[in-house]
């Protein structure tokens, strides 16, 4: 099946930094999307984002289709920006989601 | 409203029992799931139905059985409960392209 890829695994920074994750995948993909896990567990939808580019306030998004690969960035972190960021892909009809190994964000004040 | 909710959020329970867990969306999508997250955080899909229908079936025991009775609501079934299945167990909708999750259910097998 599809792997997923992502990095960094860990990642600290002080509030006001930038930062940009990578996720790598090995197959061509119809879905593609970023979520962020707060610490109370819930997965909140960052991007819907197959090909292109997307911005959401401090957050945009870049997806390289034919070359694989997806970034987030994330611009001014805030403490609350904290938790962990999956990168999920999908590639078949019904888009079951193959999901990666999530970078985890720390945001020090 | 919430578009996709899960109940109970918490289930603690004791190994051997049987358990349910509950799923509503109310997004009108054609398609749910079920995701486990284990203990290092890896999600994996565990089963997939389109219009009530079964669609994918991972690699899940078959103590695990999911019950589709229309459209909006997906449960999930676990007969003779054992620790190895303590995780949060995640339900998902989607139209054939985004998927939104519920807020999961950390189910403690003790």
């Known amino acids: 099946g599809i792997q997923v890829e992502q990095s960094p695994p860990d990642l600290i920074l002080q509030e006001g930094a930038n930062s940009t994750l990578r996720c790598n995948f090995s197959d061509s993909v119809n879905n593609l999307q970023w979520f962020h896990q707060n610490p109370w567990g819930q997965l909140i939808n960052l991007f819907y984002?197959?090909?292109g580019t997307k911005q959401n306030g401090r957050l945009s998004a870049t997806t390289v289709a034919t070359e694989r690969y997806s970034l987030l960035y994330i611009s001014s972190s805030q403490t609350t920006d904290s938790g962990v960021y999956f990168c999920?892909?999908?590639?078949?009809?019904?888009?079951?989601?193959?999901f990666g190994k999530g970078t985890m964000l720390l945001v020090s004040p | 409203d919430t578009a996709v909710s899960q109940t109970p959020k918490y289930l603690v329970t004791q190994m051997g029992n049987d358990k349910s867990i509950k799923c509503e969306q109310n997004l009108g999508h054609d398609t749910m799931y079920w995701y486990k997250q284990d203990s290092k955080k890896f999600l994996k899909i565990m089963f997939s139905y389109n219009n009530k229908e079964l669609i994918i079936n991972e690699t899940v025991p078959n103590r695990f059985s999911p019950k589709s009775p229309d459209k909006a609501h997906l449960n999930l079934h676990i007969n003779s409960l054992e620790l190895g299945d303590s995780a949060v167990y995640f339900c998902a909708s989607s139209r054939a392209a985004e998927a939104f999750f519920g807020q999961g259910t950390r189910l403690t097998v003790v």
């Open positions: 999920a892909v999908g590639s078949s009809g019904y888009s079951t989601l193959t």
């Open positions: 984002i197959p090909s």
